[in-house]
C-alpha cells in the first residue's frame, strides 16, 4: 500500500448543500452549552469531573480500561501497581495534557511545539514511552493487524519525509478561518489523524485538539467541549468515516458524521451541566445548613474538584490555601459523612488517613450507580 496523500487545506471540493443543515443544528447546540458554560462561576472545578471522564474515554477509545472513580481512587493512593495502574496513569495524563493546553491557550495559539508538548506528558512514563514521546516520527508507520506488513495495512500514513511540510500546512490551517469553525475543526481532527506524525498517541492528541481549536477560535467560552463519549459509541464509524477519506476522498461523509456528534454531544452535555449546577446549588444550601460553617463553599469546591480524597490531603489543603486549622476540618467531613453526603471507603488506621467521596457527583458523571448506600 502506498503512503496516504493529504489534501490541500482548506478543501474545495465540500458538498455545503449536504452539509448546511447539519452545520446550522450543530452551531445551535454548541452555542446553548456555551451558554451554561459562561453562566458557570468555576467552571474548572465544578465540570471537573466532565474532564476526568473525558480523559477517560477517549483513552478507552485506543484500548485502555478504567473508570472515573478508578482513576479518582488511585489518585486517593488506593490503586496498587500492575496493569490496571497503567491504564490510569494513561488516563490521568492525558487529563494533565489537557490542563496544561488550556494554560497555553489563554496567551499563545496552537502551535506545533504545543503538540509535541502535549504529547509528551501524554507518554510519560506509560506504555509508549518507548515511541519517542514529543517527537514527531522520522520513519514509516503503518496501521493493520497486528504483525502485518506496510503491503497488508489498512492505512499508510504520509512518507516521513513529506510529514514535517504536512505538519507545517497543517498548522497555517488553523490560523485560516473557513466558511465555519465547526465545519473546520471537523477538518483539522482528520487531517491530523491522517498525518499521524507520532508513533503512538495520535488518537488522543487529535481529541484534545477539538476543544482547544473551538476556544481558540472562540467558538466556545471555555476549552471544555468533550467529544470522546459519542466517538467511544460509534468507534467503528469514527474509524470507517476517518478511512473513508483516504480510500474514497469522502470527506462530505465525514463532515456529517462529525457534525452530527457534536450537535448530540452538545445536548448530552448541556443535560450533564444542568445536572452538576444544580447538583451543586443544592449542595451549597445542604452543607451550609449542615456545618454551619464560614467555610462551607470551600468545603463545597473542594469535593467538586477531588470526589474522592484522602481526609490528610483536604485538612492540609484547606490549611495552606484558607488558613483553616487542622483541627477544624476534620469535625466538618464527619459532619457531612453522618448526614450521608460522604461515604467511607476505606477506613482511618492509626497513621493512614481515611479515604472519603461524594458518590452523588460521580455517579453523575459517570451516569450510572456505583456505590452501595
Known amino acids: 500500500m502506498t503512503p496516504h496523500q493529504p489534501d490541500s487545506l482548506p478543501l474545495d471540493n465540500l458538498d455545503y448543500?449536504?452539509?448546511?443543515?447539519?452545520?446550522?443544528?450543530?452551531?445551535?447546540?454548541?452555542?446553548?452549552?456555551?451558554?451554561?458554560?459562561?453562566?458557570?462561576?468555576?467552571?474548572?472545578?465544578m465540570l471537573s469531573p466532565l474532564t476526568t471522564q473525558e480523559a477517560v474515554l477517549s483513552s478507552k477509545i485506543e484500548g485502555t480500561q478504567a473508570t472515573v472513580d478508578e482513576v479518582l481512587e488511585q489518585e486517593a493512593g488506593l490503586t496498587k501497581e500492575g496493569?490496571?495502574?497503567?491504564?490510569?496513569?494513561?488516563?490521568?495524563?492525558?487529563?494533565?495534557?489537557?490542563?496544561?493546553?488550556?494554560?497555553?491557550?489563554?496567551?499563545y495559539p496552537i502551535r506545533l511545539s504545543l503538540i509535541r508538548e502535549l504529547h509528551g506528558i501524554l507518554l510519560n512514563s506509560v506504555r509508549g514511552q518507548n515511541k519517542s514521546p514529543g517527537d514527531f516520527r522520522?520513519?514509516?508507520?503503518?496501521?493493520?493487524?497486528?504483525?502485518?506488513?506496510?503491503?497488508?495495512?489498512?492505512f499508510v500514513p504520509p512518507s516521513p519525509l513529506a510529514l514535517a511540510q504536512h505538519l507545517e500546512d497543517w498548522e497555517r490551517y488553523l490560523d485560516f478561518d473557513d466558511s465555519d469553525f465547526l465545519l473546520q475543526v471537523a477538518v483539522v481532527h482528520a487531517q491530523f489523524e491522517l498525518l499521524?506524525?507520532?508513533?503512538?498517541?495520535?488518537?488522543?492528541?487529535?481529541?484534545?485538539?477539538?476543544p482547544l481549536f473551538?476556544?481558540?477560535?472562540?467558538?466556545?467560552?471555555?476549552?471544555?467541549?468533550?467529544?470522546?463519549?459519542?466517538?467511544?459509541?460509534?468507534?467503528?464509524?469514527?474509524?470507517q468515516r476517518l478511512q473513508a477519506i483516504s480510500t474514497e476522498g469522502d470527506w462530505n461523509g465525514w463532515i456529517a458524521f462529525f457534525l452530527k456528534a457534536i450537535t448530540l454531544q452538545a445536548r448530552e452535555n448541556s443535560l450533564r451541566v444542568k445536572a452538576i449546577m444544580a447538583l451543586y446549588e443544592q449542595m451549597k444550601h445542604r452543607i451550609h445548613d449542615i456545618t454551619h460553617s464560614q467555610y462551607s463553599v470551600h468545603?463545597?469546591?473542594?469535593?467538586?474538584?477531588?470526589?474522592?480524597?484522602?481526609?490528610?490531603?483536604?485538612?492540609?489543603?484547606?490549611?495552606?490555601?484558607?488558613?483553616?486549622?487542622?483541627?477544624?476540618?476534620?469535625?466538618?467531613?464527619?459532619?457531612?459523612?453522618?448526614?450521608?453526603?460522604?461515604?467511607?471507603?476505606?477506613p482511618g488506621s492509626g497513621r493512614r488517613a481515611a479515604v472519603l467521596c461524594f458518590p452523588e457527583l460521580?455517579?453523575?458523571?459517570?451516569?450510572r450507580a456505583i456505590f452501595e448506600r
Open 138 to 154: 522520522n520513519d514509516q508507520n503503518w496501521i493493520g493487524r497486528a504483525g502485518c506488513t506496510v503491503e497488508q495495512a489498512t
Open 17 to 45: 448543500r449536504q452539509l448546511f443543515s447539519l452545520v446550522g443544528e450543530a452551531n445551535a447546540e454548541l452555542a446553548r452549552y456555551d451558554g451554561l458554560l459562561q453562566g458557570i462561576p468555576n467552571p474548572a472545578v
Open 299 to 346: 468545603l463545597l469546591d473542594a469535593l467538586f474538584s477531588r470526589p474522592i480524597f484522602k481526609t490528610t490531603d483536604v485538612i492540609q489543603q484547606f490549611e495552606s490555601a484558607y488558613g483553616i486549622h487542622p483541627k477544624t476540618t476534620p469535625g466538618l467531613l464527619r459532619q457531612l459523612k453522618e448526614a450521608g453526603i460522604l461515604l467511607e471507603i476505606k
Open 83 to 107: 496493569e490496571k495502574f497503567k491504564d490510569i496513569q494513561e488516563i490521568s495524563n492525558y487529563r494533565t495534557a489537557l490542563f496544561q493546553a488550556s494554560e497555553h491557550l489563554k496567551d
Open 362 to 367: 460521580l455517579e453523575l458523571a459517570e451516569g
Open 196 to 210: 499521524h506524525p507520532f508513533k503512538d498517541g495520535n488518537g488522543r492528541i487529535g481529541r484534545i485538539l477539538i
Open 214 to 239: 473551538l476556544y481558540q477560535k472562540k467558538a466556545l467560552s471555555q476549552p471544555m467541549f468533550y467529544l470522546s463519549e459519542y466517538l467511544e459509541a460509534h468507534r467503528d464509524e469514527y474509524y
